[in-house]
């Protein structure tokens, strides 16, 4: 059961490597769901968001994968948009095998990005980083969110609050949640504590405005209510007595995403790496 959540997870990271070299100026969001479609299914796998529509939903959606451009939070439908220097794109690949679902996403750029650009982008994905290093069995859900939350504010940035990490494996969606933000005083996340064995993700979105969001008429893409750019990480993890395996972790390092690095915050993006950071930076 697990070999088969393994099997799937490892599937998904190994589309966003395959996607990342073609993520250049010219391309449409719709090349990229083509790409991702046509590789899922040449595994025999199928990709997960491809008519998806969970409880509530207005309307299944349309595609095999998210693409969420600048402004777009998530769930940004692939269609004519071309991607132009400057942009930048998270592409949310989720598949299905043997009865599993596999959950990632990365934010790539297109072409050389801003310097704001690239700190957001960066903090993003360290954001998650912090998020995976709170993970363990019988720590509480609420640090991960909290983690996130100060990593990502001291940097000058927001989380959003209306879409947040969840369990996934026989389903897509299931429970538990997982904020990216410290919830209300008196919420019942408080007290909730990891259990070895759980298995979930942590997505943070982090935005240079407010984390304010607004869906669009299609009843899907979400967008920043002030339409500043978003970014946006995504793993899958299996929590463990001593802490957690990545479970979506990348065979190598996505091009045109954190081949990119900010100086500032360093190179490698590992929690062993993260933390010897974070206690270098105390030190002073
Ligand atoms: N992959 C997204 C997540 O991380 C969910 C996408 S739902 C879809 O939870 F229907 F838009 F694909
Ligand atoms: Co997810
Ligand atoms: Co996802």
């Not at 529509?53 to 207005?58: D, E, H, K, V």
């Not at 599993?100 to 990005?113: I, L």
């Not at 957001?120 to 720590?139: M, N, P, S, W």
């Not at 993700?201 to 869906?215: A, D, L, S, V």
Request: with cysteine; aromatic share 8%; net charge negative.
């Amino acid at each position: 059961m697990l070999e088969r959540m393994r099997a799937s997870c490892s599937l998904a990271a190994q589309c966003l490597v395959m996607i990342g070299p073609h993520i250049k100026a010219g391309i449409t969001t719709d090349d990229i769901d083509k790409l991702v479609h046509q590789w899922i299914v040449a595994k025999d796998a199928y990709p997960s968001p491809l008519n998806y529509r969970p409880g509530g939903a207005t309307r299944p959606y349309p595609k095999s994968v998210c693409t969420s451009v600048n402004e777009v939070v998530c769930h940004g439908i692939p269609g004519k948009r071309v991607l132009k220097t400057g942009d930048i794109v998270n592409v949310d690949v989720t598949t299905y095998f043997q009865g599993y679902h596999g959950d990632t996403s990365a934010t790539f750029y297109v072409g050389e990005p801003a310097e704001t650009t690239r700190r957001l982008v960066e903090t993003c994905r360290l954001a998650l980083e912090a998020g995976i290093a709170q993970v363990k069995h019988d720590g509480r859900i609420f640090d991960i969110g909290a983690a996130i939350q100060e990593f990502a504010e001291a940097r000058g940035f927001s989380v959003v609050r209306d879409y947040v990490g969840h369990g996934v494996g026989r389903e897509f969606h299931m429970s538990p949640q997982i904020p990216h933000y410290k919830p209300e005083a008196g919420s019942n996340l408080k007290n909730m504590r990891m259990r070895a064995g759980m298995v979930f993700t942590i997505e943070p979105m982090i935005n240079i405005g407010t984390y304010e969001c607004e869906i669009l008429e299609d009843d899907w893409t979400v967008v920043t209510a002030d339409r500043s750019l978003s970014a946006q990480f995504e793993h899958t993890l299996l929590v463990t007595r001593s802490g957690c395996e990545v479970l979506t972790s990348r065979p190598g390092v996505l091009v045109n995403s954190e081949d990119k690095t900010w100086n500032e915050l360093g190179k490698l993006s590992t929690s062993a790496a993260f933390s010897a950071r974070e206690q270098a930076a105390q030190a002073g």
